[in-house]
């Protein structure tokens, strides 16, 4: 608004400055001092002008970056609710490009489009309406190229929209391929598949030029356009406006604010371009991060979920069916598990032992039966609850980048000292960790890369055993350790976990001899249960693998 007085001081200047010459009465001094007062008063605006220009830009800015920061809070915490099945569909690349270029792309929008757009509105409608109160005719035909660039602008908006898609989902899957092949790193050495690696990187960063160029393209043909209308009004005003001050119908003053006012239209113009660019842009990575945010989790707290109430710890699989989409995984299981009960669940890869681990803590539903803990559906309880009554060490252990302290600590981050080394000591991992030069304050890198698989297993176990859930899940965890140090764990681990309800997955069949029943899996279906002893006289599955692992058994062909 400041902006829009400069136009009409510079007008008047110089009708006052034309009236005093004309005139002949006048000095020279007099008319240099009018010509210095209103040189004055042009630098008195503008400077004013350029404090709220920059004000403006400071909170655009501001506003900006808080916009993005609440949709980035509020992306993350969407990720942390979707059920696994979710991030079972969608690569890890396209989520991470939704949650920093698809936010990025919004944040300029905000910054550069919507502050913009107001900008424009109120300049173009500001300088119309003063134009208009010189001469409404010659306004009309300096605004003549607005209904033009309003069409334009909107035809390429629809145009750059859909480039714009295009770009962002090939921009995810650059970040997909780069985050698969950072996280498979040392497979790719092994195979020494760099070259292909880089051929496959080089084919989507193509596709992404190729958008962006296409993209280019069509903002310049817009751009070129728009601007050639601006200059058409500006010639049409010198002619016309030219005729008008000749006629006397106008002064050579209001002609000048005529000028002055097309010259301040001009940033607008060229805004336009880019406000076009970054809400076709917005529009198509806002779309991409709300497909997100609309998903509803298919693991989701019910309105009338109560937290979950644990007494017995008695965990139970009433007739059990679970299927990953088509693809069946267990078919009516049913067992039950209680305090200073061992369950021990046994079978070949692929026969629903993880399954069964992932229906403990409802990371998935079952799609028959119920699983419920003391007699509570598990669908009933609030899921917080469920997770925080269940301790889970999975087969694979994911350790953070950090020292081992603060990953043993993620069990429960207000642990002291003193109870990060007991569970590490009952995991057997404590005297590894005491003889490192740092010791607990060891940094692992990223994923633990600075342990071998047993030794993340070990900080697994200390880490599950901080929680002190009433149930333990142990995923095969020790699937990494030599025989000795599964011994001494499973030791150490019937001492404490008195009281507990645990349940035990393994293929190792001595870590489940001390179990009290044992269940054994083929093709999602209980085919055997019972104790060790009683499996064995069975001469059935479990006898084979027995057999198998002592080294007296002959593999049976398929």
Do not use: C
């Amino acid at each position: 608004m400041v902006s829009l007085f400069i136009p009409r001081l510079l007008g008047e200047g110089v009708d006052d400055a034309l009236t005093l010459i004309k005139g002949g009465t006048a000095s020279k001094g007099e008319i240099e001092s009018l010509l210095l007062n209103t040189a004055l008063l042009v630098i008195l605006v503008s400077a004013l002008r350029g404090t709220t220009g920059f004000a403006q830009m400071f909170l655009g800015e501001t506003l900006s970056q808080r916009v993005s920061n609440q949709l980035r809070l509020l992306y993350f915490d969407k990720l942390q609710v979707l059920s696994f099945s979710f991030h079972d569909r969608v690569h890890t690349g396209q989520l991470m490009s939704r949650g920093l270029s698809d936010i990025e792309g919004v944040r300029m929008f905000v910054q550069s489009g919507l502050v913009q757009i107001v900008r424009v509105v109120v300049v173009v409608v500001a300088a119309g309406i003063f134009m208009a109160q010189i001469d409404w005719q010659l306004a009309l035909l300096s605004l003549g190229f607005v209904p033009f660039m309003v069409y334009r602008s909107a035809k390429l908006r629809l145009q750059l929209r859909t480039t714009w898609r295009k770009i962002q989902d090939a921009l995810g899957e650059l970040t997909t391929t780069m985050q698969e092949n950072l996280a498979g790193i040392r497979v790719v050495r092994a195979f020494s598949a760099q070259k292909f690696e880089e051929s496959k990187f080089d084919v989507t960063a193509r596709e992404v030029v190729d958008l962006r160029m296409s993209a280019a393209r069509t903002h310049a043909r817009g751009g070129g356009v728009i601007s050639f209308a601006f200059l058409v009004a500006w010639a049409v005003v010198l002619w016309v406006g030219g005729e008008k001050v000749i006629s006397g119908e106008l002064t050579e003053g209001e002609l000048t604010q005529f000028f002055f006012y097309l010259a301040l239209l001009r940033f607008p113009v060229r805004m336009i371009i880019m406000i076009i660019n970054s809400t076709a842009r917005a529009s198509s990575a806002g779309g991409r991060i709300f497909e997100v945010l609309d998903i509803p989790s298919e693991i989701a707290d019910k309105p009338d979920a109560k937290p979950l109430q644990i007494t017995e710890g008695v965990l139970k699989f009433d007739n059990v069916s679970f299927s990953y989409g088509d693809a069946p995984a267990l078919n009516g299981i049913s067992f039950e598990a209680r305090k200073d009960h061992t369950i021990g669940i046994v079978g070949a890869p692929g026969s629903g032992k993880s399954s069964i681990t992932n229906l403990i803590p409802r990371f998935y539903d079952p799609t028959v039966g119920t699983v419920s803990i003391d007699g509570t559906d598990l669908k009933s309880a609030t899921i917080l609850s469920i997770r925080g009554a269940i301790g889970l060490v999975e087969q694979d252990p994911f350790l953070f980048d950090g020292s081992i302290r603060d990953n043993i600590r993620y069990g429960d981050i207000n642990a002291s000292d003193e109870k990060v080394v007991a569970a590490a000591t009952i995991a057997q991992i404590h005297d590894f960790i005491d003889g490192l030069p740092e010791g607990y304050d060891t940094e692992l890198g990223e994923r633990g890369v600075g342990l071998s698989g047993g030794q993340r297993q070990r900080v697994a176990i200390a880490r599950t055993l901080l929680t002190d859930s009433p149930i333990l899940v142990l995923d095969d965890s020790t699937s990494s350790v030599d025989a000795g140090t599964d011994a001494r764990i499973r030791q150490a681990l019937s001492e404490l976990t008195k009281g507990q309800t645990t349940i035990i997955i393994a293929h190792r069949l001595g870590s489940l001899q001390h179990a009290d029943e044992i269940l054994v899996l083929d093709n999602g279906k209980v085919v055997e249960r019972g104790s060790h002893d009683d499996l064995l006289a069975l001469n059935g599955h479990y006898k084979h693998l027995w057999d198998l692992q002592r080294g007296r058994g002959v593999e049976e062909s398929e």
